[in-house]
Structures are given as C-alpha cells and as structure tokens.
C-alpha cells in the first residue's frame, strides 16, 4: 500500500517520473443539477493544492485503507476531498466532518482551459446588498483582471468572503472560492454599471444579490458595530485545551495588553485573524501581548469541540492562550460577555489595555484578499498596539 501515493500521482502526472512543473486541474463541485462550483485542483511533484486566485492551500494525502481513493486532507478545516483517479480524471466528493451527513460530488479533468478575456467594466468596486427582497445585508465588491481571470471579494460587516477568483462570459460573471470550509459560488448578469445574480453557499444556501458599479462604495467602519459597557468589567471563565479553568484577570496578566479573540476554528475570517495575530505577537512575545482566543465550535460534544481547537493550534503553530466556551452561537458569546452590546460577528476581537480597560473592539475581519483594506487595517493595529504597551 505504500507504494500507491506514487503510483497515484504517475497516473495523474501521466508519465513514470515525477513532473518538476505544475498540472492544473479543472474541478468542478457538483451544488446543484445545473449548477457547479468551479475550482482548481493544481497537482506538482507528489504534491496536491487547491488554488483560489492568489490563495494556494496545500492539501494532506493520506490512503484510504483497502480501498483504490486517496483522500487529500484541509489543513485548517476538518473536511477532505476522497478521490478516484483515472489517468485524466479524478471523480469523488468533498466531505464536511464538521457537519453530519455533508458531502458533495466532485470531478475533475486535466485538459487545457480557453481563457476569455474578462469584461473590463467588472474591475473596480461594487456597491452590493444581499437578499435584497428579505433581510438585505450590505456588502462591497472589490474585483481586478489578473491573467485573464477575474479575482477579487466581498467585504461584509461581519467579514469577507476571502479569495474569489472566475471568469466573465458575454453577459455572464461567475466566481467561487473553496477553502475547505465553506464552498462559495457566485453567478451574476452583467448589465451597464450593474449586477444581478444568485449566492450558492454549499448544498444548504442560497440568496440574490445585486450590485451596482460605485467607486465610493463604504460599509461602517468595524470599531463602531460593537460597543461595550465599561461599568461591567472584563471577567470570564472557560476550560483550557487540557480541561482545566482558566479565569481572566488573573495574576499573569497585570500591567499586560491583552488582545481576546472571540472565533471558531471552522470560521475562515478567524483563521486569517489568528495567522495574523500570530506575527503581532512574534514582535512582543507573551511578556507583554497576551493573545487569548475564546472558542465557540460547531461539534456538539466538548471532547470535539477540543479536539479540533487542538489540530487548529498544532497545524498553525499557535502560542496564544486558547478555551473552548461552548457551541458556535452569538447568542451565547453574548451571555458570556453581557459588557458587550451584543456579538455580531464571528470573529469579535477585544482590545484591552494594561488596565483591563477595552479601549477597542473590532467585529469581523478584513483578511489579505480585501489588498489595501487589510494593508490598512495591520498598520493601524501595529500602530495602536505599540501605542498600548508603551503607555
């Protein structure tokens, strides 16, 4: 059995030696009868990827036991894709573990895509609503033509939809993105300076949006959607990775800057937070930054809950403090941090000075696919955070 992975990647390389240059795959995951998320699957070496425009996530293989599928494992995420391969194909399905009974088909074929040119008029920023006929929330498209594909996302005031990459075609737009976690799709009619369309989100979801070519397009901004009241103080209590209490303020924390994540592990905003949190507290180490992220999981049993805040550490090599609160719910997030007017947004950070005062709390996340919004926001945390340990 050892010798299959090779073997497997022969059959996909198409050759008896291993290919020093990338084969892209074009995958397609199967949401509807007639409609699929588009995806590339990019294979080099003995090495397995998936490519969302500017964002490549590499991918675990791992046998699946007397079987003929292999099964490439997320990173981040507790979900895979189990493959069949047959020279040029690869058929199976993505399987979300974090979710019961969650799969979704999937093929893909190695053969040489025609890249279109893309509508130029798509390049720029959007002014969106979503379910503009029920409970519309606003959002801001940011789109650009890189290498004849369209790449780009939507920020939202609860976050943004990271890296999407597509195509447009006479009159039609289409973009996605698949990290794992959520598998995104997004069509649109292309229409002067507007858009109209449907959101797909997996096999569960769906909702029109539309959108309208706006240069000024804005949301509010993030520090004021959540406030706090200060004559509550800041006090919790949740269970450590190794099940024993930990309580904040504690004796270790004094005359410290605290930065709280209130996220998931299954939330790919908070994943992008908490790699960035990372490198912030790489300049300060924990003598002086204290970074505790509180965890709300999607599992219904704390053993789970744990452990997949365990894999999210190792994978990521974290060093922060991590709990585990409950169940992924902001109502619940709420009723741990009443001093909050409410939790709007996984993930919602705390900005805490060496008082234990909250002097900022930001909701959501502008990630490294939202470019000078995210260039923005790190210079602005960088900035404030020097401020607070210097104070």
Same mark, same amino acid.
């Given at each position: 059995m050892k010798a299959l992975i090779p073997i497997l990647t022969l059959i996909f390389c198409n050759s008896f030696a291993f290919q020093v240059h990338c084969r /892209?795959?074009?995958?397609?995951?199967?949401?509807?009868?007639?409609?699929?998320?588009?995806?590339?699957?990019?294979?080099? &070496?003995?090495?397995?990827?998936? !490519?969302?425009?500017?964002?490549?996530?590499?991918?675990?293989?791992?046998?699946?036991?007397n079987t003929d599928s292999l099964d490439l494992v997320f990173p981040n995420f507790n979900s895979f894709l189990r493959c069949k391969i047959k020279r040029r194909k690869i058929t199976g399905y993505w399987k979300n573990l974090q979710k019961d009974n969650y799969k979704i088909s999937f093929s893909a074929t190695y053969k040489s895509q025609k890249k279109e040119i893309p509508n130029a008029e798509i390049q720029g920023k959007w002014s969106v609503v979503f379910s503009p006929n029920d409970k519309p929330y606003a959002a801001v498209g940011i789109f650009e033509i890189v290498d004849n594909q369209v790449q780009g %996302?939507?920020?939202?005031? %609860?976050? /943004?939809?990271?890296?999407?990459?597509?195509?447009?075609? &006479?009159? @039609?737009?289409?973009l996605a993105t698949f990290n794992g976690s959520h598998a995104f799709f997004f069509c649109a009619k292309i229409s002067a300076d507007t858009l109209k369309?449907?959101?797909?989100?997996?096999?569960?979801?769906?909702?029109?949006? !539309?959108? !309208?070519? /706006?240069?000024?397009?804005?949301?509010?901004?993030?520090?004021?959607?959540?406030? !706090?009241?200060?004559?509550? @103080?800041?006090?919790?209590?949740?269970?450590?990775?190794?099940?024993?209490?930990?309580s904040y303020p504690n004796h270790l924390s004094k005359e410290k800057v605290a930065i709280i994540m209130l996220m998931g592990t299954w939330c790919p905003n908070c994943v992008d937070e908490a790699i960035f949190f990372k490198k912030l507290q790489s300049l300060y180490g924990k003598e002086r930054l204290d970074i505790i992220a509180v965890c709300y999981e999607v599992s219904e049993s704390e053993e789970k809950r744990r452990a997949a805040v365990q894999k999210f550490v190792l994978q990521n090599q974290l060093n922060f403090t991590f709990l585990v609160a409950g169940k992924a719910s902001k109502v619940l997030a709420q009723q741990h941090f009443p001093m909050l007017n409410h939790v709007m947004s996984f993930p919602t950070t705390l900005y805490v000075d060496k008082k234990g005062v909250i002097r900022k709390i930001y909701t959501g996340f502008y990630g490294p696919a939202t470019g000078s919004y995210h260039e923005e926001y790190t210079k602005e945390t960088y900035s404030f955070i020097h401020d607070l340990i210097n104070e």
């Open positions: /892209d795959y074009h995958a397609s995951l199967h949401l509807q009868a007639t409609k699929t998320l588009e995806f590339t699957i990019r294979i080099q &070496n003995n090495d397995f990827f998936i !490519v969302n425009g500017l964002e490549i996530i590499p991918l675990q293989k791992k046998l699946v036991p %996302t939507f920020m939202t005031e %609860t976050g /943004d939809y990271r890296y999407l990459s597509g195509t447009t075609q &006479n009159d @039609s737009l289409k369309g449907t959101f797909f989100s997996g096999l569960h979801y769906q909702t029109d949006w !539309v959108a !309208v070519k /706006d240069e000024n397009a804005a949301l509010r901004s993030p520090y004021n959607l959540t406030s !706090v009241d200060q004559e509550q @103080s800041l006090r919790f209590t949740f269970s450590d990775l190794n099940g024993l209490y930990y």
